[in-house]
Nanobody
């Protein structure tokens, strides 16, 4: 059994910053990929950022250098630093991890960018 606990969401003004965290626990040996997705009602879930076990990073096109993904392998935790936030970044952000032969999703954390 694997659990993902997300934290760090909330309300922020345009131009502000938030840092999301995703802590994985349970029967974990190796996490091959840790990712953040986001979803707004009525739309598909989109990839925000991904980081591999060795630190290779991938970002969604709309990130435009504003977000940074990182991970602490010793703590099985991924982070998403979000700067210069825009109202269109408002969404539920989900953590995802890929293990050997299985995958898990977090419960989601709401990020709202509004003045």
């Amino acid at each position: 059994q694997v659990q993902l606990v997300e934290s760090g969401g909330g309300l922020v003004q345009p131009g502000g910053s938030l840092r999301l965290a995703c802590a994985a626990s349970g029967s974990i040996t190796t996490i091959y990929s840790m990712r953040w997705y986001r979803q707004v009602p009525g739309k598909q879930r989109d990839l925000v950022a991904a980081i591999s076990k060795i630190g290779t990073k991938t970002y969604g096109d709309y990130v435009e250098g504003r977000f940074t993904i990182s991970r602490d392998n010793a703590k099985n935790t991924a982070y998403l630093q979000m700067d210069s936030l825009k109202p269109e970044d408002t969404a539920i952000y989900y953590c995802y991890i890929l293990l050997a032969g299985s995958e898990y999703w977090g419960q989601g954390t709401q990020v709202t960018v509004s003045s």
